[in-house]
Structure formats: structure tokens, C-alpha cells
Nanobody, 123 residues
Framework: QVQLVESGGGLVQAGGSLRLSCATS????????MGWFRQAPGKEREFVSF????????YYADSVKGRFTISRDNANNMVYLQMNSLKPEDTAVYYC????????????????WGQGTQVTVSS
């Protein structure tokens, strides 16, 4: 049974930081690139960040570049998202997912998803 479980969300003031974690099981984790997406109320789920299988390359949405850092631990089947200098517009439910397709920014190219973790940034 495949499971992806996000944690680490919460309420933080603008300018603050949070570190999201995604624990995976049931997949051969090291074989897949991993992505983070987010979905704000009334908006579509959008790409945030992606990391390749060995962790040596990563990509970010322009809106988070320079503030967020993605990383992974293949020994423990974990992927992380360090979020600094948070802004109210970062408020959303954040999801991790395993990439099984082509375009890394396209949510349809991911197979398994976690249930999400809420991040709320107050101004």
C-alpha cells in the first residue's frame, strides 16, 4: 500500500519559516523524482518545487525561488520543503507527490499524493 504523509504545516507570521516533511512508503522512493504542490482556496493546485531521484538537481516556481528549499533523504524515504520568508500568499494546503511522467510542473504527471498539510501565513 502506497502512502505519502505530509506534516509540518501550521500558522506562522509573515517572514517566518516552516519545514514540511513528506514520509513515503510502498514505493521505491529512490527511483522517483518528487514534487511539492500547493492549493489555495478557490485556486487550482500549483507546482512549487521538484527534486530529482538522487537529489542533485531541483526546480522551483518563480514565486518561491530563493525562499524555499527542497531536499530528500533516500535512506529514509523522506522529502522536505524548507520555507523561509513566508508571505500571506503562500497560504495553501501543501502536497507531496511522486513524479512518474514528463513535465515536472504538470500535476497530472504525478501518480500518488499525500493528504496535504495546511500552511497559513498571517500578515
Amino acid at each position: 500500500q502506497v502512502q505519502l504523509v505530509e506534516s509540518g504545516g501550521g500558522l506562522v507570521q509573515a517572514g517566518g519559516s516552516l519545514r514540511l516533511s513528506c514520509a513515503t512508503s510502498g514505493i521505491t522512493f529512490s527511483r522517483y523524482g518528487m514534487g511539492w504542490f500547493r492549493q489555495a482556496p478557490g485556486k487550482e493546485r500549483e507546482f512549487v518545487s521538484f527534486i530529482i531521484q538522487d537529489g542533485n538537481a531541483f526546480y522551483y516556481a518563480d514565486s518561491v525561488k530563493g525562499r524555499f528549499t527542497i531536499s530528500r533523504d533516500n535512506a529514509n524515504n523522506m522529502v522536505y520543503l524548507q520555507m523561509n520568508s513566508l508571505k500571506p500568499e503562500d497560504t495553501a494546503v501543501y502536497y507531496c507527490a511522486d513524479h512518474t511522467g514528463t513535465r515536472i510542473t504538470d500535476r497530472t504527471q504525478y501518480k500518488y499524493w499525500g493528504q496535504g498539510t495546511q500552511v497559513t501565513v498571517s500578515s
